[in-house]
């Protein structure tokens, strides 16, 4: 009963507030936008003799949706700690570990929701556009299916690990900081490593590891396969929603 009440509780209070349905919405433009561009700005055509990777390259929003996608997770929790609702919410569902399960549930919903909608808009964005410079963006290719998929998926767990450490963390400014240094500080340590040393920064990195679920071609040549990628992120996810809720029946709010 305490989940179902904690459900229905984090459900009418998310819809309530007016930032998330404005972030959620802002994390689908700026998806589309910046896959679009990134589509538009692609000067490298096959009759050049380059093959890109067309799915990851239509995809590429998410890379920079995913920031709008961090601050809306981190809010769903500190908001609450900012006006001191975090009191009643515990007061009504004393069973903490609920709380925790019923934000990760509602606020994993929302973004797979915002984010089918991104990748749909940034995939159909690549069909008009990339025809432009060459490339073909096949809807009937598994890859690229998987890539679409696989984004949306991305996205829900880049979520789940905001909220994680947002539940631990408590204020909004680090938590944000925190998420999103973990996301690109092995991307930036890759630039300055060695080659082994980079392989083994983009098998452990969420952001890194994760993404690699977008890559459609020369799969054998990945650091780390496109599932196993992702569930390399699921890994950071779930050790952040662990220590989150850890920390959450520690504390006295």
Same mark, same amino acid.
């Given at each position: 009963?305490?989940?179902?009440l904690?459900?229905?509780?984090?459900?009418?209070?998310?819809?309530?507030v007016?930032?998330?349905?404005?972030?959620?919405?802002?994390?689908?433009?700026?998806?589309?936008?910046?896959s679009?561009?990134?589509?538009?700005?692609?000067?490298?055509?096959?009759?050049?003799?380059?093959?890109?990777?067309?799915?990851r390259?239509?995809?590429?929003?998410?890379?920079?949706?995913?920031?709008?996608?961090?601050?809306?997770?981190?809010?769903?929790?500190?908001?609450?700690?900012?006006?001191?609702m975090?009191?009643?919410?515990?007061?009504?569902v004393?069973?903490?570990?609920?709380?925790?399960a019923?934000?990760?549930?509602?606020?994993a919903?929302?973004t797979?929701?915002?984010?089918?909608?991104?990748?749909?808009?940034?995939?159909?964005?690549?069909?008009?556009?990339?025809?432009?410079?060459?490339?073909?963006?096949?809807l009937?290719?598994?890859?690229?299916l998987?890539?679409?998929?696989?984004?949306?998926?991305?996205?829900?767990?880049?979520?789940?690990?905001s +909220? =994680? %450490?947002? !539940? #631990?963390?408590?204020?909004? /400014?680090?938590?944000? *900081?925190?998420? $999103?240094?973990? @996301?690109?500080?092995?991307?930036?340590?890759?630039?300055?490593?060695?080659?082994?040393?980079?392989?083994?920064?983009?098998?452990?990195?969420?952001?890194?590891?994760?993404?690699?679920?977008?890559?459609?071609?020369?799969?054998?040549?990945?650091?780390?396969?496109?599932?196993?990628? +992702? =569930? %390399?992120l !699921? #890994?950071?996810?779930?050790? /952040?929603l662990?220590? *989150?809720?850890? $920390?959450?029946? @520690?504390?006295?709010?």
């Open positions: 009963m305490s989940l179902d904690a459900l229905r509780a984090e459900w009418t209070k998310l819809r309530t007016a930032s998330t349905g404005w972030l959620l919405l802002g994390m689908v433009v700026v998806t589309v936008t910046a679009a561009a990134a589509d538009a700005a692609d000067v490298c055509t096959s009759s050049a003799g380059c093959h890109p990777d067309v799915a390259l239509s995809l590429t929003g998410a890379d920079v949706g995913q920031a709008v996608v961090v601050v809306m997770a981190v809010l769903a929790v500190t908001g609450e700690y900012g006006t001191g975090i009191r009643a919410t515990l007061a009504a004393p069973l903490r570990t609920a709380v925790l019923a934000k990760a549930a509602v606020v919903g929302l797979l929701a915002a984010g089918a909608v991104s990748v749909l808009g940034s995939v159909l964005a690549g069909r008009l556009i990339l025809p432009g410079h060459g490339l073909i963006l096949s009937s290719s598994e890859p690229v998987r890539a679409a998929a696989g984004t949306v998926l991305y996205l829900a767990l880049i979520a789940l690990l +909220l =994680g %450490v947002a !539940a #631990a963390v408590r204020d909004s /400014a680090a938590a944000i *900081g925190v998420v $999103l240094g973990l @996301l690109y500080l092995f991307p930036i340590l890759g630039l300055v490593a060695g080659p082994g040393w980079q392989r083994h920064l983009r098998q452990a990195g969420p952001m890194s590891a994760g993404l690699e679920i977008q890559a459609s071609t020369g799969l054998r040549h990945l650091p780390i396969g496109p599932w196993a990628g +992702l =569930g %390399v !699921a #890994a950071w996810a779930a050790a /952040a662990l220590a *989150g809720g850890l $920390l959450l029946c @520690l504390r006295d709010t």
